[in-house]
T-cell receptor, first 112, second 113 residues
């Protein structure tokens, strides 16, 4: 059961550019929408998250945009840096079942 | 330092030889979970635990067992490992329900030959 579709699978961006990663979901019961960042050899770590009562949340260079009617949310990385090179996962959550549903992941490479 | 630890970090074993991967957290978190990560599939939940003595199946529980006898520990047991269980495994914990920030361990890379 494919509940979450993340795109693109991989992304190459020049330093200073904007990286955009998208996540589409099916389950309207999701009520928490985080993005996790994973560096090679490490476990994922929470980057930024949004609740469905707001349409946008910004933390530094990272912004989540949330479109409830389209059942999509996206991660925008402004002024992308080589240190942002990592794999990014959307992982929406709903209370029933008590778990995050991870997307397939996007491997971001920021070229200097 | 607040952290989730896993041991071993790397393990190569043979089909059918029972093994245990340990997981421990020092943040007094109620919720703990095990995931496996495979290329192109993201992370899939194996088992989770809401609190001591409370465990439940995730999306891919077949071939795995867990126990939660103490709040800080949540071991993953493979009674009879098979090659399709070759994967990267992560333990995670969070305060309260999974909807709060989950803290992940460093991962255990398991190869079953």
């Amino acid at each position: 059961q494919q509940q979450v579709k993340q795109s693109p699978q991989s992304l190459i961006v020049q330093k200073g550019g904007i990286s955009i990663i998208n996540c589409a979901y099916e389950n309207t019961a999701f009520d928490y929408f985080p993005w996790y960042q994973q560096f090679p050899g490490k476990g994922p770590a929470l980057l930024i998250a949004i609740r469905p009562d707001v349409s946008e949340k910004k933390e530094g260079r990272f912004t989540i945009s949330f479109n409830k009617s389209a059942k999509q949310f996206s991660l925008h990385i402004m002024d992308s840096q080589p240190g942002d090179s990592a794999t990014y996962f959307c992982a929406p959550y709903y209370n029933q079942g008590g778990k995050l549903i991870f997307g397939q992941g996007t491997e971001l490479s920021v070229k200097p | 330092e607040a952290q989730v630890t896993q041991n071993p970090r790397y393990l190569i074993t043979v089909t059918g030889k029972k093994l245990t991967v340990t997981c421990s957290q020092n943040m007094n978190h109620e919720y703990m979970s095990w995931y496996r990560q495979d290329p192109g599939l993201g992370l899939r939940q194996i088992y989770y635990s809401m609190n001591v003595e409370v465990t439940d199946k995730g999306d891919v529980p077949e071939g795995y067992k867990v126990s939660r006898k103490e709040k800080r520990n949540f071991p993953l047991i493979l009674e009879s490992p098979s090659p399709n269980q070759t994967s990267l495994y992560f333990c995670a914990s969070s305060r309260g329900l999974a909807g709060n920030e989950q803290y992940f361990g460093p991962g255990t890379r398991l190869t079953v030959t």
